[in-house]
């Protein structure tokens, strides 16, 4: 296994490719709440992959496994509820129920996502590191910045997980994720 990190943030403490507002983030879903091409299959080897690196870390990097959509505004509501009906990775909750598992007063309801976690974004890189370093594991490598050719890392491996989304490659995709 090879780990490559664009370098971490000291002002963020992880990785300045993850993404500020969903790093750490684990579900199949895009942000229009569609099932993203292979997210059932990537969420289960991620879910694999998390196992892994806390086993080798010996320590937990899941910080919660309760993910939370709130709904913006009624139509917002409405979407999300839309989607909840439509999809077994979605469960609507109601404004108490949501303002329960939120912690929050007031609110206008919003979506679970199941089988979704966050893991925290810095433990999972040490842990990450410690599977890579363990026997067999493999090795870690550091690039900085962007990644200048995706393909050749493609190439060199059996599977790839970008933990940058996509946008970490939107400048080269070309047909590298066509779907």
């Not at 490719?17 to 569609?34: I, R, Y």
């Not at 979605?90 to 309801?109: H, K, N, Q, V």
């Not at 490659?169 to 066509?178: H, I, K, S, T």
């Amino acid at each position: 296994m090879t780990v490559y990190d664009g370098g971490s943030s000291p002002a963020l403490g992880f990785s300045r490719t993850a993404s500020a507002v969903a790093g750490g983030l684990l579900h199949p879903l895009t942000p229009s709440l569609k099932l993203a091409w292979e997210g059932e299959a990537a969420l289960r080897e991620a879910d694999a992959l998390v196992a892994a690196a806390e086993a080798a870390a010996g320590e937990t990097v899941v910080a919660t496994d309760v993910v939370l959509r709130p709904a913006a505004d009624a139509a917002d509501a409405e979407q999300l509820r839309r989607a909840a009906a439509a999809s077994p990775w979605l469960e609507w909750l109601d404004a108490g129920a949501f303002a329960e598992a939120a912690g929050r007063p007031r609110s206008l309801g919003g979506a679970r996502y199941v089988g979704g976690k966050v893991v925290d974004p810095k433990a999972y890189l040490a842990a990450l590191a410690a599977l890579a370093a363990a026997p067999g594991g493999g090795a870690v490598a550091r690039v900085a910045g962007d990644v200048a050719d995706p393909r050749a890392i493609l190439s060199a491996h059996d599977a790839v997980v970008v933990a940058g989304g996509a946008a970490a490659f939107a400048a080269r995709r070309g047909d590298l994720f066509p779907e």
